[in-house]
């Protein structure tokens, strides 16, 4: 048996919750990846996995085997990389993963930190807040970038390294006359009430996201209700439904900067109130970090990157 396959094989039904997907992420058949899981369950002397037609969860002694199968797993990680590597070219794969609305940064960093040291492949992923926050208690994930103001305000295994404020818009068509204007691309026009942003036909995310909630609580401070006129769980639905259709959205700087190249658009800062949200990166502080980590956190405190990602997010201001 290949301890450190059939380690990473429960590591992957952890993250799939399906025995199908699993053995697809680990591009094995299934049937060889339940013949791996009885080897361990062979070698440690204890069921490991609940097993009914589909997967059920792991057994109390299931879950020690997998929490020690996430450190050994990234313990090789941390050793291979610094075989590999030296401090001046780190090499290896990062797992990074945001919030929907903080990917166009999220990808902005990925790019400058490959551009950097080619060496590290990113691997970018959009995620909840709730799975980021269990990616990195998990170590699945090395870096999350995504809202700081969840984290408990003392103490707790994860460590935030603050990027920028978000601010808030609403996304509509322009006027015409706007639009007729010399002007090219996507116009930031003048502040409008949370309160009058109601009355507009909204196209929102849906209720379960995080970024949803903190746009409804903007929307109550106002004494406002609203009725979506569509729901989304997509930031590219946000945007394309202001494109291509008759409502208008609630959008971060960071999604109304990613669509600036679209003409006939406008964004509204939104005000009364002036809603803002701290975004920053979160790592697990209890972990030994990789090279590529280390690389990487070195950049998120970098003065010019935190410059270029306030320039393409909050209120805007640098363009």
């Given amino acids: 048996?290949?301890?450190?396959?059939?380690?990473?094989y429960l590591v992957a039904l952890?993250?799939?919750?399906?025995?199908?997907r699993a053995a697809a992420a680990c591009h094995i058949t299934q049937p060889a990846l339940s013949n791996a899981l009885r080897a361990l369950e062979g070698e440690f002397g204890v069921?490991?996995?609940?097993?009914?037609?589909?997967?059920?969860?792991?057994?109390?002694e299931g879950e020690r085997v997998l929490a020690t199968a996430q450190r050994m797993l990234h313990e090789h990680q941390v050793l291979q990389q610094d075989l590999r590597s030296d401090a001046a070219h780190p090499r290896g794969t990062l797992r990074l993963g945001a919030v929907p609305t903080a990917m166009p940064i999220l990808a902005r960093f990925a790019a400058q930190l490959q551009a950097r040291y080619p060496g590290i492949v990113p691997v970018a992923l959009s995620m909840s807040s709730q799975a980021l926050e269990a990616g990195l208690e998990s170590i699945a994930l090395d870096l999350a970038l995504g809202y700081t103001e969840r984290m408990p305000a003392r103490g707790g295994p994860l460590k935030a390294?603050?990027?920028?404020?978000?601010?808030?818009?609403?996304?509509?068509?322009?006027?015409?006359?706007?639009?007729?204007?010399?002007?090219?691309g996507l116009q930031i026009g003048p502040p409008l009430a949370w309160a009058d942003a109601a009355k507009l036909p909204l196209c929102l995310l849906t209720p379960e996201m995080h970024n949803r909630s903190l746009v409804?609580?903007?929307?109550?401070?106002?004494?406002?209700?609203?009725?979506?006129?569509?729901?989304?769980?997509?930031?590219?639905?946000?945007?394309?439904?202001?494109v291509a259709g008759d409502v208008c959205s609630v959008l971060p700087g960071a999604l109304v900067?990613?669509?600036?190249?679209?003409?006939?658009?406008?964004?509204?800062?939104?005000?009364?109130?002036?809603l803002t949200t701290p975004i920053g990166f979160m790592s697990h502080r209890q972990v030994q970090p990789t090279r590529a980590l280390d690389a990487a956190l070195a950049l998120a405190q970098d003065p010019g990157w935190l410059q270029h990602a306030a320039a393409h997010s909050g209120l805007l201001a640098a363009h």
């Fill in 1 to 8: 048996m290949n301890l450190l396959a059939s380690l990473r």
């Fill in 47 to 60: 069921v490991v996995v609940r097993r009914g037609r589909s997967f059920e969860g792991f057994t109390p």
């Fill in 161 to 184: 390294w603050p990027q920028y404020v978000e601010h808030y818009f609403l996304l509509r068509r322009a006027p015409a006359a706007a639009r007729q204007s010399a002007a090219r």
């Fill in 14 to 20: 952890h993250e799939h919750r399906h025995f199908g």
């Fill in 216 to 242: 409804d609580g903007a929307f109550r401070s106002a004494g406002a209700t609203v009725r979506p006129a569509m729901e989304t769980d997509s930031v590219l639905t946000l945007a394309l439904s202001v």
């Fill in 257 to 274: 900067d990613a669509v600036r190249g679209h003409d006939g658009l406008e964004a509204l800062p939104l005000t009364g109130p002036v």
